[in-house]
């Protein structure tokens, strides 16, 4: 796996993994090096990568790093348990770790076979994203000749491209097919407060991709779809139970509940390492990430002479609350948009398709 323009990660010669700093992205364009285990899991932790498919592949090659070195096999698991607990809620993370020690068990603990499967996991992201952009294309095209559109107005939550999973991401992977295919695409672009990844993240990736957009502010999604300026939504996930149920970014629910109230197809668009299919019921049954109230406080942003500064927008006495997802109820989704195809948000529906992987 060599750089490429649309990997947020890749791996140099002496097995360290250079990562975009997704931290400081729009305004400046930085990499880090991860040494160490400890390096991924505070990349993790901290947000220098997130996104549910490339927090997995980090701990992967976290889990790689840690087998490098650590002296001990118990010293190795207590370190692939710490990264295994280092985000809670996108079970990508979990499903990463387990895959790579399972594989390192199985062959004997070699260094290189560890390498190989992580490279393995972003490989298979990669065709997994393509997939998943091309089923939801076709859903694209399927809506606008149903209803006679000549340009289409999607709405997107976070940041679900390929900075949250390689080549080109789950939500944002049909907007970038659909635009390949020539299709008038607009897409509206929920800032995503209190970390900003609609603004910061998507805004940035679907500027590069010239893919035409505007950034809203997180409420404007409702008032948008009742003036019929939203034809479809679609978004990412971070955990999605057997019975259908996504936990994403928090106001994902809100945007399901509005765009219920006014029939508009609502979509999560999501790779097979997003199921878990040990849970049911993800209202009650997913933990939710809860983060510092500090990103409630602080924005970060230029100010007019170009200098990237922090800025706190609350009172100083006042608290905040950071719950940082939320469960879209199945009944809320209209369809998964998955590699495997497009499969109603339906326990039975679910089990059908995957019934290899139960
Ligand atoms: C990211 C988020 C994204 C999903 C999509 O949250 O909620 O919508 O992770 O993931 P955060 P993917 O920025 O807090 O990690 O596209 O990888 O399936």
């Known amino acids: 796996m060599k750089r490429g323009h649309y990997k947020p990660f890749w791996v140099l010669d002496n097995g360290d993994v250079e990562i975009i700093d997704q931290r400081l992205l729009p305004f400046e364009e930085k990499t880090v090096i991860l040494k160490s285990a400890d390096d991924a899991i505070h990349a993790i932790k901290d947000m ?124 944002l992977a049909p907007f970038y097919e659909a635009h390949n295919r020539g299709i008038d695409i607009h897409v509206w672009v929920d800032e995503t407060r209190p970390r900003n990844q609609g603004a910061n993240l998507t805004a940035w990736e679907l500027g590069r991709a010239g893919v035409k957009h505007t950034i809203i502010p997180d409420n404007t999604g409702g008032h948008l779809m009742q003036h019929d300026l939203v034809d479809m939504v679609i978004t990412g996930a971070d955990r999605v139970t057997r019975n259908g149920d996504a936990a994403n970014k928090i106001g994902t629910y809100l945007k399901a509940l509005a765009a219920n109230d006014n029939k508009i197809p609502f979509y999560i668009a999501l790779p097979e390492s997003t199921f878990d299919f040990e849970t049911v019921d993800g209202v009650t049954n997913i933990e939710i990430e809860e983060r510092s109230a500090d990103e409630v406080h602080i924005m970060r942003g230029t100010l007019p002479d170009g200098t990237i500064s922090e800025l706190r927008v609350t009172p100083p006495k006042s608290h905040a609350l950071n719950i940082g997802f939320d469960v879209t109820p199945a009944r809320l989704i209209t369809g998964l948009i998955t590699e495997r195809g497009v499969v109603k948000a339906d326990q039975e529906a679910i089990e059908t398709m995957y019934k290899d992987l139960l």
């Open 48 to 171: 220098a990568v997130r996104g549910a498919g490339v927090i997995g592949n980090i701990a992967a090659f976290g889990v790689y790093l840690a087998l490098r070195e650590c002296e001990s096999k118990a010293s190795f698991l207590d370190k692939a348990a710490q990264i295994r607990a280092s985000r809670p809620t996108a079970v990508n993370l979990m499903w990463a770790v387990d895959r790579m020690l399972k594989v390192i068990d199985e062959t004997s603990y070699e260094l290189a076979n560890a390498l190989d499967e992580a490279i393995l996991i972003s490989d298979e992201d990669v065709k997994r994203s393509l997939a998943i952009g091309n089923f939801g294309a076709d859903i694209i095209e399927s809506i606008m000749k149903e209803k006679n559109l000549s340009s289409i107005n999607v709405l997107t939550h976070c940041n679900a491209g390929w900075l949250a999973i390689v080549d080109s991401g789950t939500a």
